[in-house]
């Protein structure tokens, strides 16, 4: 018999009051599709690490590797993600023990707080899965603003961590959505100073000349760092990793689910990270191509480039609104930062050519 949806209904189910009263407050990650010519919105890559548009050889390889493993998926993917993390580990320098992979970064931010709990500490304007994993999560969170120059305010750390006792300190370094690494000496004194960790996220390292925090994860045993495939050529893949040592590790491989990077993700990773030129050569274009976007910003009358350690450059105008709007109209998609505060908008690199085309559009709309 068939039952029309709207004949049969409960009318004493009320969803809502049925849900718990921090998921209701929350407001979900905005990542609708904008249809768009050029999309600039959200850090990706131009560039995809496996089939480049140069190499003919490397597509046929991929297809033939995918071929081969549409044949291996009627089993299970490796739990321990062996290949992956060994590669990622020779890479860093590290040991496999100290790799952890997750389905993307963000699945790691959220394993770590359901481990450790609030409260949850990061500066602010920063990354928003943050705060909005921790409230999913009913956990306390607490941002401390970033100085004028986008800086850690120590002294406002400091004096947050002392008060508030956080089991998790969150550092986006570079920072989304501002660009900058944190002064060294700065994230050092916030490891050194807390009881709880503190998480370097390093999802934007490759772009960056400062030093990598990984090695000094043998020094102190409260610091994690956080990696990612998604800026680097791999976002389709949800590929991430977190470095620490083995007793983190141990704990947050209680909550990981066990299959939770797929067979795919896997073998297209391992291949990717097996073959770095192609990668890095990419990485090496996207940095020319921001040196280049930021010096053209700067010449521009009523734009305020900040400089940029990252894939993506912050700057401000006067009418943010309006100018985000503008561009949209003729294509181009940047993200809109009025939530950090007015006129402030971010822009992904592209390749040269689009970079020229978000220029060129920006002066009109300007
Ligand atoms: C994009 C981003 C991530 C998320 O990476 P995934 O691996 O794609 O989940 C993590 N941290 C920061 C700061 C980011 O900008």
Do not use: W
Not at 71 to 77: G, K, M, S
Not at 94 to 109: A, C, F, R, T, W
Not at 241 to 251: L, Q, S, V, Y
């Amino acid at each position: 018999m068939l039952i029309k949806y709207g004949l049969c209904y409960n009318s004493g189910v009320d969803i809502k009051k049925l849900i718990k009263p921090n998921i209701r407050a929350l407001r979900a990650y905005q990542a609708e599709e904008i249809p768009c010519r050029i999309k600039l919105d959200a850090n990706e890559s131009p560039y995809s690490a496996i089939s480049s548009q140069s190499g003919s050889t490397r597509t046929e390889q991929s297809a033939v590797s995918f071929k081969n493993n549409l044949q291996t998926l009627n089993r299970y993917p490796d739990p321990q993600a062996t290949t992956i993390r060994k590669l990622i580990a020779k890479e860093l320098k590290v040991k496999p023990q100290n790799i952890l992979h997750g389905n993307g970064s963000d699945e790691l931010i959220y394993n770590l707080i359901s481990v450790f709990g609030g409260p949850v500490l990061y500066p602010g304007p920063t990354f928003s899965m943050y705060g909005i994993i921790s409230q999913a999560l009913g956990e306390k969170k607490v941002e401390v603003p970033l100085d004028n120059k986008f800086d850690l305010d120590v002294k406002k750390m400091l004096a947050a961590i002392k008060k508030y006792k956080p089991k998790l300190v969150f550092l986006s370094s570079p920072n989304n959505p501002t660009g900058n690494c944190f002064s060294e000496d700065r994230i050092l004194k916030i490891i050194r100073q807390s009881k709880g960790l503190v998480i370097v996220d390093e999802a934007y390292q490759p772009f960056s000349d400062k030093k990598s925090f990984v090695p000094l994860i043998r020094k102190y045993k409260n610091l994690v760092i956080l990696r990612t495939l998604s800026k680097i050529g791999l976002a389709g893949l949800r590929v991430g990793f977190m470095i620490t040592g083995p007793d983190i590790i141990n704990e947050v491989n209680k909550v990981r689910l066990p299959f939770n990077v797929n067979v795919l993700s896997q073998k297209v990773a391992s291949e990717a990270l097996q073959n770095r030129r192609q990668m890095k050569s990419d990485i090496r274009a996207i940095i020319s191509g921001r040196k280049r976007l930021y010096k053209e910003l700067s010449e521009m009358d009523g734009v305020i480039p900040y400089p940029s350690d990252a894939n993506f450059i912050f700057f401000k105008v006067e009418d943010g609104n309006r100018i985000y709007g503008g561009l949209l109209d003729k294509g181009v998609l940047i993200r809109n930062m009025n939530s950090v505060g007015d006129g402030f908008l971010r822009v992904t690199i592209g390749t040269p050519q689009e970079n020229e085309i978000f220029i060129k559009t920006l002066k009109q709309v300007l």
